[in-house]
């Protein structure tokens, strides 16, 4: 009867960790099932910190919520730790009135038994992900034996880490193929692209709204010779600097953004578009590259009837730039 019972408390343990739903409540059940499947007082289930060689308390069962505080935390290489001992060599372990802190503090004078917790990777090869330690009254059973519930407990809580890291690493691999795919990877700068569709979404925001907004295209006078006589890494700099300046001395409404080899591009909302730009151009006055100062050149074209789209407004503002550039370097022309 009590295999039994253990079987079906097993089952109900794999159809936790096969349904969808946090790990930290999963972990919370399986350690539940230390006690009630594993016959122990008490559980505890580990996460394994590779980078910072800890063991990480996660779940719990029969002690306290003290128990999961940091400062419980287990080194790897802590030769006084069952569990540090159990994931280090891949095998379970036992010890009888020692091997846990956390345990100890508790006054638990109890047979210990660790068991690592191992997935295997995308290679065939095994990695851990952590360990659960259970604290017994009387004689545990043996922690190699197959029979032994704690075994099949331990491979849960590991397809439950591995598969919940699996989940985090896709997210973070999306997010980062996001922003490679919106952002310039030279200044950080959102990239024509996403500029100009940001650019769209501010048109039809302002059309609703009935409210001004201007874009100002930058140019860096004279990065070509720069660039000749510098050489790319030294005209690399000077974008980047541009880019730090840019980003730096715009208003929170404001968009900014890379449009070409020497060329940046800022959607301001509002009617604040010249202070705006002249502010863009007085500070990048402040900066050099290559032993030599930088200066900007800017254009500037308003929403209107005859600019009522993002590429309408792109060409009013490139023939703004041209305009300034014929006045000199440093210089802001158009607006209307």
């Not at 994931?87 to 508790?106: C, L, N, Q, T």
């Not at 545990?140 to 099949?152: E, H, K």
């Not at 919940?164 to 952002?183: F, G, I, K, P, Q």
Request: with cysteine; net charge negative; glycine share 10%.
């Amino acid at each position: 009867m009590e295999r039994a019972d253990t079987r079906l408390t097993l089952l109900e343990a794999a159809r936790i960790v096969a349904r969808g739903g946090e790990l930290d409540a999963k972990l919370d059940a399986l350690a539940g099932y230390i006690c009630t499947a594993g016959g122990a007082r008490a559980g505890l289930i580990y996460l394994l910190d590779p980078v910072a060689g800890q063991l990480l308390p996660a779940a719990q069962s029969g002690l306290d919520a003290a128990a999961l505080d940091p400062s419980h935390s287990v080194a790897l290489d802590d030769a006084a730790e069952l569990v540090a001992a159990a994931v280090r060599e891949r095998r379970p372990a036992r010890a009888d009135g020692g091997g846990s802190a956390a345990i100890a503090d508790r006054g638990l004078a109890a047979s210990l038994i660790a068991v690592p917790l191992v997935a295997t990777d995308e290679t065939g090869g095994e990695e851990a992900e952590g360990g659960l330690l259970a604290a017994y009254d009387a004689e545990p059973s043996d922690p190699a034996s197959p029979d032994n519930p704690l075994t099949a407990l331990a491979d849960l809580a590991a397809i439950a880490i591995r598969n919940a890291r699996l989940a985090n690493a896709l997210v973070e691999h999306a997010d980062w193929m996001d922003r490679m795919a919106s952002t310039d990877s030279l200044t950080g700068l959102a990239n024509r692209a996403t500029l100009l569709r940001m650019l769209e979404l501010e048109i039809a925001r302002a059309t609703r709204q009935q409210t001004p907004l201007s874009l100002i295209v930058f140019d860096i006078d004279g990065f070509a010779a720069l660039n000749e006589r510098a050489g790319a890494s030294i005209a690399d700099d000077a974008l980047r600097l541009v880019a730090s300046t840019l980003a730096d001395n715009v208003r929170v409404v404001d968009t900014v953004g890379r449009l070409g080899p020497d060329e940046f591009g800022l959607i301001a909302p509002g009617a604040g578009w010249e202070v705006v730009g002249r502010r863009v151009i007085e500070a990048a006055a402040g900066i050099e590259a290559g032993g030599a100062p930088i200066s900007l050149s800017a254009g500037a074209a308003a929403l209107s009837e005859g600019n009522a789209t993002a590429d309408a407004m792109l060409d009013a503002a490139a023939a703004a730039l041209d305009d300034a550039k014929k006045m000199g370097a440093g210089r802001l022309a158009g607006g209307a």
